[in-house]
């Protein structure tokens, strides 16, 4: 019981709005694919932290038809930026990424199943 209450604490406080933020991105084509990056401090760009290039995000896929066999893979990535390429440390895989200048927008090699007909290279808008 004080391991699931201690465990339940720690959730909650990770999870605090006051020490962490997020920024929402949705695919602009389809616009059913959003990716959610999670930092520290407000004034950090998605995709870069404190320490320059290293963070996560979370990635919220649509329902996948039923003929696909794959699972959906929604979840949360552990990534670095490495030039114009995005390494997901899960995976040891590169895709390409690139912020936009303005910072409103960033294309991002497709690095999940393809539901139905999105292009290689994704191109996600700040919500």
Known sequence: MRLALLLALTSLMACSKSDQY????????????VI??????????PGTTATGTE????????????????????????????????????????FYFKMAVDKKSFTIGRFFVDPGGLPQDLIFEKQ
């Open 36 to 45: 959610v990056f999670k930092h520290e401090e407000k004034s950090t760009l």
């Open 55 to 94: 963070g996560s995000f979370y990635f919220q896929s649509r329902k996948l038809p039923d003929y696909v066999s794959r699972a959906n893979e929604s979840g949360i990535y552990y990534y670095t930026i490495e030039g114009d390429s995005l390494l997901l440390k899960t995976r040891q895989q590169k």
């Open 22 to 33: 997020e920024d929402r991105w949705i695919e602009t084509s389809q616009r059913q694919e």
